[in-house]
């Protein structure tokens, strides 16, 4: 199979990085723990926040309403946007309609769904993400590899010399502190020029309108208190229905993120400054047919933690992009499937089904089981490789058959112990090329325990 | 996926007074005959009376027992023939007398796990068919008892032949430690043990508290080790990450299942182990055809060879 496997091979091939990669990642797995397990309430919280998130998608027209409503109250302008498309002309034609030029964006994966940049980019509109890892990735002109950590891939000496390159930084400097610092001086200039800030939503609150932004940089905060115009971007399963269950999320985000109690800056909203615009963009993008399917509902629970990431054996030895996808790892693999199959074909496969992601999901999403969906799904759509659904029908057909099992189970055997080793340690054989195959018993189980128990 | 330990509530009359009786052998109380007999209500049911002789008894014990049924994964069957040999006499001597239904083949997991139901759906009936008949089934394989148990549904939407067997099949620890409630085993493997924490036993089948949940910890397949005479378990630095294999995955994505195992046989290593065991051997197939190719210090031994005494 093509896709991932390939992308992977290409990543793990520098063992190093990949050994580093994994070590980087499981550094924050271990801190969520540590973290988690300061709280003794834990599994109940995940319960609960599970719980509440299901009451809210199953309710989530009415909530979606009230939330407007509320919003409007507020002084909110509130913008409904059917796919990436309409949300882009959206959000080009408020900076359009104020002669914006300069935008400043704190860290929002809708806006990377819907490929926002690009399309402002195109209309002569300057976009510079503020959060530091997603700052470098757009200096690197590459997309972020992880949702939380959008740099994660990138050694401090790579990040040095982009720097040099883009921020005049001194060549060869790789100081975190340095280069920080650089970064800070760049983006204050980028700040004060702005003309609108753009800015996701970690959770809405529907009996409020009010929602919140969690950053770690205060880049969020920022980049909406200086330019007279706010655009917050949002997905419309990021609501909960009361400013009550925030503390159930806010509680489980953070540790699960990164082993903080808490984000720095948890920065609520309610309507817009004095003399200011706030502007809240709904984005169904493919989420209600989600929500319209038995099996993959529970994907929108999600509140973008990453920590199914940074817990994946998979993902931490094969990189971000290696999943060629706006949200990489085990969740991604279940949501970008669902917008272009053909596209994300292998990345359901991408999976040992080890369901470490299931465990550690604070909110519970079954992610593991929904891979092993996809993949039905997959064959369905006619999307797994014709040899491998062939060689599934011929093993179904073989071991439906007891005698026929124990003729071929008996043949490879003798095949395994006579035939030369350059034929079994061929190239047609991945297993065999790091690994040994299993040296073959005379007889199966079930000839010796036939002659043993004398029948 | 968590509550299926618990299961035994939901279980028919006979088959909760079946496991009675099992657990009466095993500890070595008055013959469960005798036992079922006091209970109250317990009527003319035969059903965990030996009835057939199709299937092929491990030995010629009274004719009055639980029947259990041994599954054996087909790899077992075909590539480690002593695994099984292993989990029959771990069994025996605690008083169990197994059978093994000869039309047996495979669970079906390969077909599913790649998204072929259709080609796992034959097999998953023949599973249940085969298997209805008895009191328990009972399989050295966390995976294989995983796929019956927690994914057959798909081909059996509320089928009462299923849901009756369901919380009947079980992975050999959780058998000795829940059913037969083993707390000795008269075997010595004096030797450093890394145990492998197989995912599918681990996270579908609960055999222990995953490292990712906040739960008290518990671990059946570890509780068993310990009760052998010798045994030192050592500790990998990462408890219960995922070996690498993932059936088809370790092929189609050879790259990273590699580099997966390669890193669990490193920490097993640093910890001092100089054998490593699971309750899957797919998992130590893997590790050990990585082990073998790399000449590591390394042996791999399936749990149930450990619990019978096999030496090294």
Redesign the interface.
């Known amino acids: 199979m093509t896709g991932h496997p390939t992308r992977a091979a290409e990543f793990i091939a520098l063992p190093q990085r990949a050994a580093w990669h994994d070590q980087s990642l499981w550094f924050v797995r271990a801190k969520r723990d540590k973290a988690a397990k300061a709280i003794p309430e834990w599994e109940s919280l995940r319960d609960a926040a599970a719980a509440i998130k299901a009451h809210t998608v199953a309710n989530l027209a009415d909530y979606l309403e009230e939330f407007e409503r509320n919003a409007k109250k507020l002084g909110a302008v509130v913008h409904w946007a059917r796919d990436a498309a309409e949300h882009n002309a959206i959000v080009l034609k408020i900076l359009s309609d104020h002669n914006v030029k300069r935008v400043v964006k704190s860290k929002s994966m809708l806006t990377e769904e819907c490929h926002l940049n690009p399309h402002l980019e195109a209309a002569g509109i300057e976009v510079v993400d503020t959060d530091l890892g997603e700052r470098i990735v757009q200096l690197a002109n590459e997309r972020p590899s992880h949702i939380v950590l959008p740099c994660i891939h990138k050694k401090k000496e790579e990040i040095g010399e982009l720097f040099h390159e883009h921020l005049g930084t001194d060549a060869g400097a790789s100081d975190p502190q340095y280069l920080t610092e650089a970064a800070r001086g760049h983006l204050r200039d980028r700040f004060l020029k702005a003309g609108a800030g753009l800015t996701g939503v970690n959770f809405a609150i529907a009996e409020t309108g009010g929602f919140v932004v969690c950053t770690n940089e205060g880049n969020a905060d920022l980049g909406v208190s200086l330019p007279p115009i706010h655009i917050a971007c949002m997905g419309i399963e990021k609501l909960i229905p009361k400013a009550a269950e925030l503390g159930v999320f806010l509680r489980l985000l953070a540790r699960s993120a990164t082993g903080q109690a808490i984000t720095t800056y948890s920065s609520h909203f309610h309507g817009p400054r004095a003399g200011c615009e706030l502007h809240i963009v709904l984005v169904d993008n493919g989420r209600s047919t989600v929500l319209g399917q038995d099996d993959f509902r529970r994907s929108l629970n999600c509140i973008r933690c990453g920590a199914c990431m940074n817990t994946c054996p998979v993902y931490r030895r094969s990189g971000g992009h290696s999943y060629n996808a706006t949200v990489p790892g085990p969740i991604g693999s279940i949501l970008e499937p669902a917008r272009d199959p053909a596209k994300h074909a292998s990345l359901p496969h991408a999976c040992s089904l080890c369901g470490s992601c299931s465990d550690v999901c604070p909110v519970k999403i079954n992610i593991h089981e929904q891979l092993l969906i996809w993949r039905r799904e997959l064959v369905k759509k006619g999307l797994l490789p014709l040899t491998k659904r062939w060689a599934m029908s011929i093993g179904s057909a073989v071991l439906q058959r007891p005698w026929l099992y124990q003729m071929v189970g008996g043949m490879g055997r003798m095949a395994l112990k006579l035939l030369p080793r350059f034929l079994v340690y061929s190239r047609l054989n991945p297993w065999g090329k790091q690994r040994e195959l299993p040296t073959p018993p005379k007889q199966s189980f079930r000839d010796q325990f036939k002659a043993r128990h004398g029948k | ?1 968590s509550n299926m330990v618990g299961d035994f509530g939901t279980t028919g009359n006979v088959s909760r007074l079946s496991l009675l009786a099992t657990f009466s052998i095993a500890t070595g109380n008055a013959p469960p005959l005798t036992r079922a007999r006091d209970l109250p209500g317990f009527g003319g049911s035969t059903s965990f009376v030996h009835r057939s002789t199709s299937p ?4 010629g014990r009274p004719s009055i027992v639980p029947r259990v049924g041994l599954f ?1 994964p ?1 790899y ?7 695994v ?2 292993a989990t ?1 006499e771990v069994l025996e001597r605690l008083g169990v007398t197994v059978e ?1 239904p ?5 669970c ?1 997991q ?8 259709e ?2 759906a ?2 998953a009936r ?1 599973f249940v068919e085969i298997f209805e008949p008895y009191d328990a089934v009972v399989c050295p394989s966390g995976s294989c008892v995983a796929m019956v148990r927690a ?1 057959y549904h798909e081909y059996f939407h509320h089928d009462p032949r299923y849901d009756a067997l369901r919380p009947k099949v079980f992975e050999l620890c959780e058998y000795l430690v829940d059913v037969l409630k083993v707390d000795k085993l008269p075997v010595r493997f004096p030797h450093k043990v890394g145990l492998h924490q197989s ?2 036993g ?3 089948l609960r055999l222990g508290s ?6 008290a910890p518990f671990n059946k397949a570890k509780q068993l080790l310990e009760l052998i005479d010798g045994l030192e378990l050592v500790d990998p630095a ?1 408890p ?3 070996c ?18 390669h ?1 669990r046989i490193a920490d097993h290593l640093q910890a001092g182990a100089e054998v490593m065991t699971a309750t899957d051997m797919s998992c130590l ?2 590790l ?3 082990i ?2 790399d000449k590591q210090p390394l042996r791999c031994m399936h749990i149930a060879e450990l619990l019978a005494g096999r030496p090294v």
Not at chain 2, 210 to 215: A, F, R, Y
Not at chain 2, 244 to 261: D, H, K, P, R
Request: proline share 5%.
């Open positions: 996926m092929i008894p491990s030995s054996i087909c077992i069957d075909q590539m480690y023939p002593d099984g040999f029959v093994f000869e039309a047996q083949t495979c079906g390969p077909m599913a796990n790649t998204g072929c139901t080609a796992a034959p097999l023949r994914h995912c599918h681990l996270r579908e995953s490292s990712e949940t906040i739960v990462r219960d990450e995922c690498g294999f993932g059936g088809t995955f370790a092929v189609s994505e050879e790259a990273v299942s590699c580099l997966m195992g890193d197939m893997h050990d055809g990585l073998r190719r």
